[in-house]
């Protein structure tokens, strides 16, 4: 059974947009993250995305972040980080670990 998806959004001290994910991000959901991404991404020039505690994602969730280059940063786990690298997502964006 897939984990469903939470999605927060914040800002940091800063103002920069933060979206955190959390569960599986398919084709399925990847309309809820672009939602989430879209009203956090009116909010200043920087958008970050905290996929740390993302299980699984799929193209349709890679898609969705594309819409936010070059202003798009990522944090990611060990086990999504080899996708965004394999997907070339990670040659485009800057993409932190979660350490």
Known sequence: MATALELSRRQ???????VAARGEIDMSNAGS???ALRQ???KGDLLVVDLTA?????SAGLTALLDY???LRLIAS?????ILTMSGLGAITTVRGDS
């Open 33 to 35: 993250l672009r939602d």
């Open 54 to 58: 993302v299980e699984y994602l799929d």
């Open 40 to 42: 956090a991404a009116s």
């Open 12 to 18: 940091d001290p800063n103002g920069t947009a933060i």
């Open 78 to 82: 060990p086990l999504i980080e080899p």
């Open 69 to 71: 280059l070059p202003r």
